[in-house]
């Protein structure tokens, strides 16, 4: 029983963690004029997941790059099709 216990922890710590990296880095952008990748001003929203709707919750959205089909995250509030609404 003890097993699956620290199994549940770590399992719970290692989802927590890439939580917190991808709001960490997603924050970090200034913003979503262009692709971080590609320097590209064609970005739109991406597919959401599921793990795009857990994401949600923190205001983070996935997006694409249309040039070059990189997916990326940022917060909602910095994409300019967010604002307008």
Known sequence: MRIRYLLVIA???????????VVLV???RRSLEKC?????????????TIVDRILRISAICAFR???????FYARRS???GELAR
Not at 11 to 21: E, F, H, R, V
């Open 11 to 21: 399992i719970g710590t290692a989802a927590l963690i890439a939580w917190l990296i």
């Open 26 to 28: 997603a924050s970090s």
């Open 36 to 48: 971080p990748s590609c320097r590209s001003n064609r970005v739109r929203p991406s597919w959401p």
């Open 65 to 71: 790059c249309e040039a070059c089909t990189r997916r």
């Open 78 to 80: 910095l994409w300019r």
